[in-house]
């Protein structure tokens, strides 16, 4: 079972920023939270990750609760080619495997 | 920099065939590496994954099997496909480290006739 929980799908207008929640409530102490996206019929591309302090890349921003239970990955200004699967992923702790669930659908609207 | 390839990007097989899905890592060593297929509309299960040459971890019992042959060569293969073998099959590689992100390859999409 997936151990994160997403809303199943979103709409973005262009431009603006696209948040995307993800619960994570049974996190251990030692894993690490991941995003990844899917565009049609490709391979999931890596974002981002983080254990416990805010991230940014160029790419997206993770935002991580200080409990850790959930986190928001935003998409400071959304284009029409960020429309994708979102995947919120925690590793299996101890080990180096990925339980992916059904994600989250963005939709970037023009 | 590493790059990650997979072929074929498409295939379409008898029911009863053989399978061998290939893939390789360039431009990193000893790389953990994973197979995962993806039904339509649903999202990825892992299937095998191996952290070093001739180590294989099963994650779903199956019609499938997988095999490292070498360090950076990671091979999915069925003796007879079935039906439900049909999929997106991604293939996915990262560092012998803990907590580093995974990077798939393109995907092979596997029809079963």
């Known amino acids: 079972d997936a151990k994160t929980t997403q809303p199943p799908s979103m709409d973005c207008a262009e431009g603006r920023a696209a948040n995307l929640p993800c619960n994570h409530s049974?996190?251990?102490?030692?894993?690490?939270v991941y995003w990844y996206r899917q565009i049609h019929s490709q391979g999931p591309q890596y974002i981002i990750h983080?254990?416990?302090n805010n991230e940014t890349n160029e790419m997206a921003s993770l935002i991580i609760t200080e409990d850790r239970k959930s986190s928001t990955l935003i998409l400071p200004h959304a284009t029409l080619r960020d429309t994708a699967v979102y995947y919120c992923?925690?590793?299996?702790?101890?080990?180096?495997?990925?339980?992916f669930g059904t994600g989250t659908r963005l939709k970037v609207l023009a | 920099s590493q790059t990650i390839h997979q072929w074929p990007a498409t295939l379409v097989q008898p029911v009863g065939s053989p399978l061998s899905l290939e893939c390789t890592v360039e431009?990193?060593?000893?790389?953990?590496l994973y197979w995962y297929r993806q039904a339509a509309g649903r999202g990825l299960q892992l299937l095998f994954y191996?952290?070093?040459?001739?180590?294989i971890s099963s994650e779903v019992p199956q019609n499938l099997s997988a095999s490292r042959p070498q360090d950076r060569q990671f091979i999915l293969s069925s003796k007879k496909l079935l039906l439900s073998d049909s999929g997106f099959y991604l293939c996915?590689?990262?560092?012998?480290?803990?907590?580093?992100?995974?990077?798939f390859g393109d995907g092979t999409r596997l029809s079963i006739l």
């Open positions: 996915a590689w990262s560092r012998d480290l803990s907590n580093q992100p995974q990077h």
């Open positions: 049974t996190i251990s102490g030692n894993e690490y």
């Open positions: 983080g254990l416990k």
């Open positions: 992923i925690v590793s299996v702790s101890g080990t180096y495997k990925y339980i």
């Open positions: 431009g990193t060593s000893n790389p953990n």
């Open positions: 191996s952290v070093g040459i001739g180590q």
